[in-house]
């Protein structure tokens, strides 16, 4: 197995349909979490439907953590052929108060680490291989429809997607293809639209043909 891909942002929901998708290919998946027993159980899922899977554990806050896990990766598997970011909080904030110390916690997280996660995979090597580095963004950013018990969230997701342009074209000359899928509503298994392995197909499908860099879905 000769193709990487490090998945950012493991889950039941959007991270590991992703996962799966990009191993349903031949891809080798490594899957970046903070809560290690959930990553091998992760793990042991996609190995067990005959997939080839590994996991770093990492915290977006703490983005030296992310850094890590990338180097580890490559150290072991080789330069990476593609890095998904799929983390964003979206715990519900309700009536609470939106502080600027929470904003600027919550965009570590949700954006920030990004770009982070970004600059640490964009090495030579990962364009020599002509790598892809895709974001899992918020359509709100794409829309203007808020959701307001988000509002950290659409915040942080809006300067995701400026980041995302920014990065298209800031790495593209070097053969690095970055591109978002902006996911407008809430994702949900079995649903005809939001399922999880529906929009998983997005994300192989921008990492395949590198042209649409931003797809509202």
Known sequence: MDRTMILIGAGRG???????????????????????????D????LRQQGFEADFKVADAFYPETLT???????????????????????VPDGSREITSQLLMERYQV?????????????TAEFAEKKGAIIFTGGGFAKTFQPILSLKPLCIDKAAL?????VLHHELEPRGIFVGSVLVSGVITP????????????EYWKMYEERQEYQVLY
């Open 14 to 40: 959007l991270g590991n349909a992703v996962a799966r998708e990009f191993a349903s290919h031949g891809f080798r998946v490594v899957l970046v979490a903070r809560n290690e027993e959930r990553l091998r």
């Open 42 to 45: 992760y793990v042991n899922e």
């Open 68 to 90: 890590k896990a990338i180097q580890e990766t490559a150290m072991e598997y080789g330069t990476p052929d593609a890095l998904v970011y799929n983390v964003g909080i979206t």
């Open 110 to 122: 949700d954006a920030a680490s990004a770009y982070h996660s970004a600059m640490a995979v964009a």
């Open 161 to 165: 997607n400026a980041m995302n342009i």
């Open 190 to 201: 079995g649903d005809e639209r939001y399922d999880p392995g529906r929009i998983a197909k």
